[in-house]
């Protein structure tokens, strides 16, 4: 399958900015992208655009055109909802379009404004990517859903909150050095653990934060990239999308991410690599618990082994795989509709040299970028590699 | 199937049925010729595709299988929290529902429970609840 090139990328700072709108966001994200790519605006054939919670927080809907005409494009432009892997599948299709010859530059990328709704209102907002009838309306958070498959986890395969509170270690330490990180402080494990609980087990310090930002990636052909002379060493070669049920409580595993594991297998077998190639990581961490269930399902740790990768250094920053050197959706922030295209823009830097982050992994060739709907009833995978 | 136009407004035909008949005690599951529990309102069974679905009482006590206390609710539980969520297992279907009656903190793996709609205290809007056999 012919490579799509990631020419470009750009990312707002992710923080809290409840006075900005989704369109500056998206403006500012898509201008550092086509500024970083080199390719000019009136080549985009396409905008796919991932956006899930606009119509609560800016009630507008019919983003598409709005975010095509805050870049700067004309071109046919398509919003993409998908829960929390808004972006990613918006990435997924911009893929096929290209792949399939009848696009040669898409802008791709999605934007999320979520501060100025409140913490309530945004767990409310939040809530509603899961089932309304038979979760929601039971009073359930997404914290609470998450805290739900961590304590099946603990029950099925051991594992503790100090297990997890590593992970949140971890991604904070990361997000150090990234100045578009929302957090750039250091924790500790007792922080995590002497932090309010959200919902048992899951404390404050297990959550990642509501946040404001936008994300924009420039894709295009391999001839399209040649013929322009473009700078571009890193392509998307594999694309996976795996779904499950939209209620926990009917999935056949409640401590396991199935939709993800079938992502992973069906992203890999794409770029034709497997778990055991991959250098560097992006995962959904929405959750101290969705990392531990995402390298998991990505193949990068055995089922139940998960758990004490953060804790043993497996997925350190100068761990043998590397998972959220930018901080994750933890301490980078998780503004739900940019996130699946940011950890993109994330892997192509980490790959191509150009991310604070990138001196723990000198000479690595192969990412992935793990992006989660919901409780994992929606997944995206994606696997870059650096092709000279 | 529901009565439309009640006066308290528009009912979400299949998912309120369900909730006036666990109120009286008659919880249902719809069952599919193969056998497949799942929750209403459904046309298909999401298991295998066929649309003949039956009703099937819900049995009387399910197990709870995993759960949560939750401090940070969303505005409809405000004055609710902190409270337990659980998903208990009731044999052809599980339900995701509150745990009442009790102590939050004294909710765990494998506790019998029967179901019982319970109210929100922020809203007064009906709950799925869990009523455990022991407290």
Not at chain 1, 33 to 62: I, K, P, T
Not at chain 1, 94 to 101: L, P
Not at chain 1, 236 to 251: C, E, K, N
Not at chain 2, 120 to 127: I, M
Request: aromatic share 6%; hydrophobic share 40%; proline share 5%.
């Amino acid at each position: 399958m012919s490579p799509v090139r990631v020419a470009g990328a750009g990312l707002t700072p992710f923080g809290n900015v409840p006075e900005r709108t989704g369109r500056d966001l998206f403006a500012e994200a898509s201008t550092i992208a086509f500024e970083d790519s080199g390719v000019e605006r009136e080549d985009v054939e396409a905008v796919f655009y991932g956006n899930f919670m606009g119509e609560l927080s800016e009630h507008q809907g019919h983003q598409g055109p709005l975010m095509a005409e805050a870049a700067g494009v004309r071109a046919p432009a398509t919003r993409y909802e998908s829960a929390c892997a808004s972006s990613g599948v918006a990435v997924r299709d911009a893929v096929f379009r290209i792949r399939n010859g009848e696009a040669d530059v898409v802008l791709v990328g999605g934007t999320e404004r979520m501060t100025n709704l409140g913490t309530a209102g945004a767990t409310e907002a939040l809530a509603i990517a899961a089932d309304d009838l038979w979760e929601v309306r039971a009073g359930m958070t997404f914290p609470g859903a998450y805290a739900l498959m961590a304590q099946a986890y603990f029950a099925e395969y051991g594992g503790d909150r100090e297990g997890l509170a590593h992970v949140a270690v971890k991604n904070h330490e990361n997000a150090l050095p990234n100045e578009k990180a929302q957090y750039r402080s250091e924790i500790t494990v007792e922080d995590v653990l002497e932090a309010p609980q959200v919902s048992s087990p899951l404390g404050l310090y297990d959550s990642c934060p509501i946040s404001d930002g936008a994300a924009a990636l420039v894709l295009t052909s391999e001839a399209y990239a040649e013929e322009h002379g473009l700078e571009a060493p890193v392509a998307i070669t594999g694309t996976g999308q795996g779904g499950d049920r939209m209620a926990l409580h009917d999935r056949d595993y409640l401590a396991r991410s199935p939709a993800a594991s079938e992502a992973s297998e069906e992203a890999y077998a794409d770029a034709g690599v497997d778990a055991g190639d991959v250098d560097v990581a992006e995962v959904h961490d929405c959750f101290t618990i969705a990392e531990v269930l995402a390298i998991e399902a990505l193949g990068l740790e055995s089922v139940g082994e998960g758990i004490s990768a953060a804790r043993d250094g497996r997925t350190t920053a100068d761990g043998d795989t590397p998972v959220n050197l930018s901080g994750g959706l933890k301490a980078k922030g998780h503004p739900v509709g940019a996130t699946g295209a940011s950890q993109i823009a994330e892997i192509a830097a980490l790959l191509a040299g150009t991310h604070p982050n990138s001196e723990f992994v000198e000479g690595a060739t192969t990412g992935v970028a793990h992006n989660a709907g919901g409780t994992v009833a929606s997944a995206t995978v994606h696997v870059l590699e650096v092709i000279p | 199937m529901s009565d439309s136009g009640e006066s308290e407004g528009v009912q979400d035909a299949g998912f309120d049925d369900w909730v006036d008949a666990a109120e009286e005690g008659t919880a249902y599951y719809l069952e599919c010729p193969d056998g497949h529990g799942s929750l209403p309102p459904r046309r298909v069974c999401p298991e295998c595709g066929l649309t003949d679905l039956e009703r099937v009482d819900v049995p009387e006590t399910g197990t709870v299988e995993t759960y949560t206390v939750t401090h940070v609710p969303t505005p409809a539980f405000e004055d609710d929290a902190p409270y337990a969520t659980a998903i208990a297992d009731f044999g052809p279907v599980r339900i995701t529902g509150q745990v009442v009656g009790t102590d939050p903190d004294v909710v765990e793996d494998g506790l019998e429970v029967e179901l019982e709609i319970t109210v929100s205290q922020t809203t007064g809007e009906r709950v799925i609840g869990f009523d455990p056999l022991v407290r």
